[in-house]
């Protein structure tokens, strides 16, 4: 499978899947609710090109990190929700860890300055 | 491994799944639509700012599509369904094109299935390749084999170094007679006792044989094969032990074989052990037995041929009497099995059958130049709207698949009527040596061969007319409207070489075929003066323990004759120790009274052992002197009739030696003095016999034979008196089993049946060859008049003759066929070389085939031409001028 990038706006791939699944701790959703969660919780500085999410769900999705259903929204239509699976956690985990590790190495180096 | 998975399940809904995407993404636009009108916009520009937002809605959907899909299976499919579609709309294209693939398919699927039942299959055997036969062997002629003396063999078991086991049979046949059943000739081998366990196959029931049933005296037990005990004995399971009646003498049952057993042959029913007496073990000068050894474990068949040849060469030495040009040769022991000539033949007919298979799909390849062209504006559109030469090449090359696995559908439901066809003509009584023709069918090896063939042709015949059908100059095929006159000179040329190359290949296979029918026919004619359509032949194989002395074998026959002569319809009666095409000749050296022996010059001569009549019977004219008479009887002087041949070979300065004397047998012997009686003229014995075999015929009643071959010529159909002759028999001696009841004719056709397949699928071939060139002419030439449809319009108005236009259309018809012609006129004359090389019987220079081949090529190439340029001149100037 080739990973084709849409433009992402200003966030790279891996850590806009970083961002989904962690929203996605908090429970299932749809897509339009993981943008809006994303936009405002960075208060609208991390702002993702919608379309872009779309992929990197259905990534997500085949490498086992997400399941999806149809379901019913707060709106009474037809919606897929995104639920993290037991393999989701244990990635974010790692993901998690890994960006600490590298927000403090490149903290280190920015800070002298 | 959970993504392929996910990918798979959506493959098989794969609406399901775009209609789920179109609603999760429309979703979303609502969703941000209506957050943004809440914000205050317009209805239109709040669906506006949504789009805006998302970004690419198409490049959305294709990365999420992309990901989802199983890659090139996906297109693969998408290109077969394509391929369909655009194939229902061309159905005619379709149906030639797969019908071409078909006939091609057919043929070689066919020849595969025998070459595959018949030839290549491993034997059931463990461990076949370690296993060699041993034969003797005449230096220079490889194909030609004989048994090897039991002293030979003793020698080689001697000396060579190279095999680890040895064992030697020979091959008889056996009267069963048992309380009720009807009397039974069956098919006998005489093994040495480790000839099971050199092949390494026990007995299903009981033992095999041990060390010391050799022994005379010993040997009266026997091992049964699986047909005979459940034909004859009813599988009874408890035989073991029991005592059967062979040749009237009691056998002792010691083991039955497992079904699939049949060694040296198909046809054997029984083995018995192989006991010599003292002066026929150190026989060095009757060749009698055929041997097969295990190779020990690092040794090729090569080596141990070069051991065997060194030997042969040793024993010339030392006994140059009996082994002057004698050898010994090793045979896989496949090639013993399945025959020799049978390999050459199915070889042969494979590489035709290969040769239709091109010939095809040159012609499928031909077929879709010439869709190519009625194409060019699809595959223009396509390449405008972005698809890449490689995706239009994929594309046009799956349709090609397509078609080549259509025509592969049809060619093995066609293969299994031509098998049938095959396996029909062989008669029974030739069946039975060969296990093959029982296994004779479309296998799961066959199958996968057939897949292999459709693939590979429908590659071979899409690809090239795929590569250029896709080298379209884009803007020049999009103004031309995708009219013929786009196709430029290149595709013209590929198509001319195809067409060359069928013709060329045609040729090959049509010269073949001719060669082969002539060689064919010139053997079947052979000794017409015979006239064995009206001979009723049979056989009788008496046992010696029943028939001990020679007056009671004498007895029989001349009661046998008797009785048959009698019966109404019958002209006349005859025996012979073997008639002309039978398989039981044998030869015999005879010495010249008063004449010293000369090393190298051992006068030799097929001894035909025959009742009175027998050469008025079979037509022989008589030379000099009279023929063998009622009268030569036991207590007579011993006679001899002999045959031209031998008169001029022996005695050239004499026109009829009557009155000379000779005996039976080598320099030194001491037989009884036979008078030369008569000289009568020669017979070709044999359909394969060039030039008439030197005979010696001696009464049966003074030198009696226990198996003789009866020849009954008959007033209307012989068959006819098959019924009365059986019982005629039967009165005589109720137990004696009677074999081969056939005409003469028949035994005939059966001695060179493998030849006369060769002919006729030849034949076939070449004629689905000639139809199929014809064909790519004829396509060809219609798509150069309807493309020049203008042109010849312009033309004629201009005032150009009828004759003027179709001598430029036949100028340009035939330059592919004057090549084709050449060229496979060149390669024919290689191939009938090789041919004749191979095919005893047929010759590689024969002027009427060479003429009449290519008349008869470029007659049906100048029919295929004139037909369509004939339809060119037709043409209504009018609609001609207006075609464009």
Redesign the interface.
Known sequence: ??E?R??SGELLQGTLDMLVLKTLIRGPM???AV?EFIQQTSEDVLRV????L??AL??L????LLTSE?GV?E?N????YYRLTAAGRRHLVDETARWRRMSAAIGRIMEPA | MTAAWLRLRTAFHRRQWQRDLEDELQFHLEMRQERCQSQGFSAGDAGYAARRQFGNLMLVKEACREMWTLGWIETLWRDVRYGCRQLRLNRSFAVVTATTLALGIAATTTIYSVCDALVWKTLPLPDPDTLITVLGAFPGNPHFWSPASPAGVEDIRKSQTMLASLASWENATANIVDAGGEPLRVDQARVTPNFFDVLGVSPELGRSFEPGDDQPGRDREVVLSDGLWRNRFQADRGIVGKTIRLNDQDYTVVGVMPPRFAFPRASKDLWTPLAFAPEERNSRSTPRVDSAGRMKPGHTLRQAALELNRLGLQLEKLYPQTNTNRRFMAWPVRRYVAGDYAAQFANLLLGAALFVLLIACGNAANLQFARGTARWREVAVRQALGATRWQIVTQLVTESLVLALAGAGLGVVLARYGLRAIRAGIPPELQKYSSGWADLGLNAGVLAFVLAAAVLSGILAGLVPALRSSHANLAESLKEGGHASSSGPGRHRARSVLLAAEIALTMVLLVGAGLMIRGFHNLVRGETAIEPRTLLTLRLELDATEYRTPEKVAEFYRLVLDRTAALPGVQAATAASALPYSRHARFSAFTISGRAAQPGRQPSAQLQVVSADYLRTMHIPLRAGRFLSDRDGPRFPLSAVISEEIARQWWPGEPAPIGRQIRLGMHGTTGPVITIVGVVGGVKASALDRVPRPALYVPYTQFPEQGMDIAIRSAGDPLSLAAPVRLAIKAVDAEQPVTDMMTLERMKQNEVIGLTYTAVLMSIFGAIALVLSCVGVYGMMSYLVSRQTHEIGVRMALGAGRWNVLGMLFRQGSRAGLAGVTSGLLLAFAFARLLASVIWGVSGTDGGTFTAIPLVLVLAAGLAIYIPARRALRIDLLIALRSE
């Open positions: 499978m080739q084709q849409p433009s749809h897509g339009y943008v090109e919608e379309g872009a779309y992929p259905h990534r999705e085949l490498r086992g149809w929204s709106n239509r037809r919606a897929k």
